[in-house]
């Protein structure tokens, strides 16, 4: 479909990636730059916000842990209301839409409910992150495969497959880990990873106030603690958090 305007107004999903706006793709950046209205989530930086048309609506839908600004469902049925209003609507993402962004449930109620609506991809969160911290998720020395892990736990329970974390030569990624990391730490050793396994915690990444901490499996809990590190982070487990003393091109 193209971005042309309909009797009923479209939707489009955007990505807005892990903050930086130089991270935006073209399209991302011309569609919140022309939209009618944008709901958009807490993680979406400052400078990106900047970016978008002065003269749209803004609506913030952000979620923290245990508190929801709208409930999803309320979220879909309003991008629905705007898009019958004729509206350009653009639900504006931190990260990817598509990566623990929930974007898909979205669009299925949009394609009930018979909105055009696009999906623009953008940089998620573990790319971003890793490469500004100069950790590469992937290397023929290190990892040959790569784990996107949801890291917030619901009531801090352990209902994921550890044994399957486990595995050798393996990157892995947790998003929204910070509360539930002694949890992770505690799982994983328990399931037979070895205690010094390299992991390294980023906070804020690719913005300016960028914070990357590091260190094993034993010792990060106490590390993160002490460095008062603050939400939102990726967790990078694996051999290439070793990398990082020597590829940190932000830090040097």
């Keep these: 479909m193209q971005e042309s305007d309909t009797a009923q107004g479209q939707v489009f999903l955007v990505g807005a990636g892990p903050g930086d706006p130089d991270l935006l793709t073209l399209k991302a950046d011309r569609l919140i730059r022309k939209a009618d209205v944008v709901l958009y989530d807490r993680l ?4 990106i916000m900047a970016r978008i048309n002065p003269k749209a609506r803004l609506i913030h839908v952000g979620k923290r842990r245990s508190e929801h600004t709208l409930p999803q469902d309320e979220i879909n049925e309003r991008l629905i209301g705007l898009a019958r209003q004729g509206l350009c609507v653009v639900r504006l993402k931190g990260g990817d839409p598509f ?8 669009i299925e109620w949009l394609s009930r409910a018979g909105i055009p609506f696009q999906v623009v991809p953008g940089i998620t969160a573990a790319s971003g992150c890793a490469a500004y911290a100069g950790i590469p998720l992937t290397h023929r020395d290190h990892a040959q495969s790569v784990r996107f892990v949801t890291g917030h736990l619901k009531n801090d329970s352990c209902d994921l497959p550890w044994d399957d974390f486990v595995q050798s030569h393996q990157t892995l990624v947790f ?13 994983l050793v328990a399931h037979g ?3 010094d396994m390299p992991v390294a915690l980023v906070s804020k990444g690719t913005l300016p106030d960028q914070q990357a901490v590091t260190g094993t499996l034993e010792t990060i809990v106490e590390t993160v603690n002490d ?15 070793r990398l990082r003393d020597q590829l940190d091109w932000v830090g040097q």
């Excluded at 998003?175 to 799982?187: A, F, K, Q, S, T």
């Design 227 to 241: 460095r008062g590190v603050r939400a939102p982070t990726v967790i990078i487990i694996g051999d290439v958090v």
């Design 44 to 47: 979406v930086s400052d400078a």
């Design 99 to 106: 990566i623990f962004g929930r974007g898909g449930e979205e």
């Design 193 to 195: 990873m070895r205690p």
């Design 175 to 187: 998003y929204m880990g910070l509360v539930g990391l002694p949890v992770i730490v505690r799982e």
